[in-house]
């Protein structure tokens, strides 16, 4: 009876074991990031192309780089975030770089003599990696991972990465969140993670501090999933019951090819009247927009930049308080030209009482993405920015860090979806697709208890057939000594 007790406390220990080591491993990794500007020339009161394309370029160029500590002692190296790209490398401290991209100032490069845990991967030693960006080989140090539970950091030791010597172009180091295609033989950010068991999704998202050029990159898990995650102000919604997620609309158009939403209907609201006027699109694609935060504005559709002059600053262009001049960028790998417009800042508040938010309404999100006035203008001295621009050939609208900063979105890497937290969604029911695509944490749990339970069953069993034939042995030997004992008392007495 004691041996079948003690299996049933340790059964009992093994699933309450599991439990809790299930929910301490429900965190998510955060890196954070910042966006690094540029000095810029100073703006006077004159007009001058030359110095407001100067600013523009910057404002533009909006690039996030996230931190990554690497070594023994820690190097602190700032790796540009890009979700269009699967590619992960450091550049070393003494690489050879393009003289179109030379060597930038700052911590981007990493210096192995100075790491003590340094080490050649051994079995991959000489093999070179080419891609169109750098030349490259396997390499593996210590990289400390911060995660959403603030009292757990994890060091894992040579963890294995890509390690430049030879760089092209001006990414001199690399986060990408697109996912490898099979074919391809290196390792992508999410497979590198998975592989030490640091992640079990491939999901992530910005977080964004208000409107701030900073915040967490967050990776692994949706916040409704995430235990350590708490829930107030504007991540109050971030609870199963108000989220949604649908397929991204993937393009195949040059760099710009990862992920997509398409719109319902896109208004302009006059704050006066509070009325709305939609947009009429005859292309469906203008009402498509491509999502892309490391752009610092947001490049309208050809259609809208005519309703919206008309609509709003042709007074303000006509009057000479606002300029339209050309901006000219290489932007991936070609020359492109963008209307762009700049304003006299003394006229801010009356533009702004002006101003008609543009809505994007998303039937699927049951939410109306809103553009307000301050959302989409930046002051640099004496003028304010428009922080959306126009290309004359684009019919998508793309999205950068003017939304991202207002709106949080999810991104499922493997599955191709974004996921949104809305009020107004409110699925009761947890959906059939959440059981399928539901935290693996979870899953594990109830796969281990109903595993738990079937050994208790199994143990009960076995503990009744050994106890019951035990007592059965008893029961005989007791007969047998009862049968052989008053016999022996018997001799004795004669």
């Known amino acids: 009876m004691k041996l ?11 699933i309450i074991s599991i439990n809790i080591i299930s929910s301490e491993s429900n965190f998510s990794l ?15 009161t004159s007009y001058n192309d030359t110095i407001t394309n100067e600013i523009m370029k910057n ?3 909006n690039e996030l780089f996230l931190k990554l500590e690497i070594g023994s002692p820690p190097q602190k190296i700032n790796l540009r975030v890009s979700v269009n790209s699967n590619d992960f490398f450091v550049s070393k401290e003494d690489a050879t770089f393009e003289k179109n991209y030379p060597k930038k100032q700052g911590n981007f490069y990493y210096n192995n003599s100075k790491s003590s845990t340094f080490e050649i991967q051994p079995n991959k030693k000489g093999n070179v990696y080419f891609s169109h960006i750098h030349e490259s080989e396997y390499v593996m ?12 950091q994890i060091n894992i030791k040579q963890f294995e990465f890509f390690l430049a010597h030879r760089v092209s172009g001006p990414n001199h180091g690399i986060v990408g969140l697109k996912i490898s295609p099979h074919s391809e033989k290196k390792e992508d950010f999410f497979s590198s993670l998975k592989k030490y068991n640091l992640i079990k999704n491939k999901i992530w998202y910005l977080d964004f501090n208000n409107y701030n050029i900073n915040g967490n990159l967050v990776i692994g898990n949706y916040p409704h999933f995430d235990n350590n995650i708490v829930k107030k102000d504007k991540t109050k919604y971030y609870d199963i019951n108000h989220f949604e997620k649908i397929y991204s609309i993937t393009y195949n158009e040059k760099w710009d090819s990862t992920w997509g939403l398409n719109f319902n209907k896109i208004f302009l609201q006059n ?10 699109n005859t292309n469906e694609k203008c009402k498509n927009a491509i999502l892309n935060p490391n752009l610092g504005v947001i490049i309208g559709s050809h259609s809208f930049k005519y309703i919206f002059e008309i609509n709003y600053l042709n007074k303000y262009l006509n009057s000479g308080i606002c300029y339209q001049p050309i901006l000219r960028i290489n932007r991936n790998y070609e020359q492109k030209s963008y209307y762009y417009y700049y304003c006299r800042s003394s006229y801010i508040e009356h533009m702004k009482k002006n101003f008609h938010p543009i809505i994007f ?4 999100f049951k939410f109306n993405f809103t553009l307000e006035f301050d959302d989409i203008y930046i002051k640099k001295n004496n003028y304010i920015f428009l922080r959306i621009i126009f290309d004359e050939s684009n019919q998508n609208w793309l999205f950068g860090s003017p939304f991202f900063s207002k709106y949080t979105l999810f991104f499922d890497s493997d599955s191709k979806e ?6 107004n969604i409110n699925n009761n029911i947890i959906k059939e697709n959440y059981n399928k695509n539901k935290n693996p944490f979870t899953s594990k749990i109830f796969f281990q208890f109903f595993i738990g339970i079937f050994l208790l069953i199994v143990g009960i069993y076995l503990g009744k057939k050994i106890y019951g034939l035990k007592r059965k042995l008893r029961a005989n030997e007791l007969e047998e000594k009862f049968e052989y004992n008053p016999v022996e008392k018997q001799l004795q007495m004669y």
């Open 4 to 14: 079948f007790s003690n299996f049933i406390f340790n059964v009992v220990l093994i």
């Open 30 to 44: 955060i890196f954070p990031f910042k966006t690094i500007e540029k000095e810029e020339p100073e703006l006077t």
């Open 59 to 61: 404002i533009f160029l």
């Open 141 to 152: 140090d210590n990289i400390k991972f911060h995660t959403t539970d603030k009292n757990k």
């Open 271 to 280: 704050i006066t009247t509070s009325d709305y006027f939609e947009i009429l």
């Open 361 to 364: 309404e998303h039937k699927e």
């Open 418 to 423: 974004i996921g949104f937290y809305s009020p």
